[in-house]
């Protein structure tokens, strides 16, 4: 069974920085593609990143050059660093991993077939 669990987020000062954590079980880790996605009230669930098995990794425009996602397959674990923060950037962030069919496959739809973590609350006060 799949699971994955968020982890840290919290509240800080525009420019600041946070970290969030996802915890995988019940599936070989390594295996799959992994997402960051989050999402504020109102909005659709949007992509943030995302990070290939081989640890090659891509990213929304808005977050670009200010985030890193990674990976460690020994641990199970994904990482989301985030820096230089700003007030839009609040929202719960969640994990995914995504499939299409029999295959785990990158998207950053966020109505692609997948599975979700249940989100770490992430609060940037201006």
């Known amino acids: 069974q799949v699971q994955l669990v968020e982890s840290g987020g919290g509240l800080v000062q525009a420019g600041g920085s946070l970290s969030v954590f996802c915890a995988a079980s019940g599936f070989i880790f390594s295996d799959h593609p992994m997402h960051w996605f989050r999402r504020t009230p109102g909005k659709e669930r949007e992509f943030v990143a995302a990070?290939?098995?081989?640890?090659?990794?891509t990213y929304a425009d808005s977050v670009k050059g200010r985030f890193t996602i990674d990976r460690d397959n020994a641990k199970n674990t994904l990482y989301l660093q985030m820096n230089g923060l700003k007030p839009e950037d609040t929202a719960v962030y969640y994990c995914a991993t995504m499939y299409s069919g029999r295959l785990w496959t990158i998207s950053r739809r966020a109505d692609a077939n997948a599975y979700w973590g249940q989100g770490s609350q992430v609060r940037v006060s201006s």
């Open positions: 990070i290939r098995r081989i640890g090659i990794s």
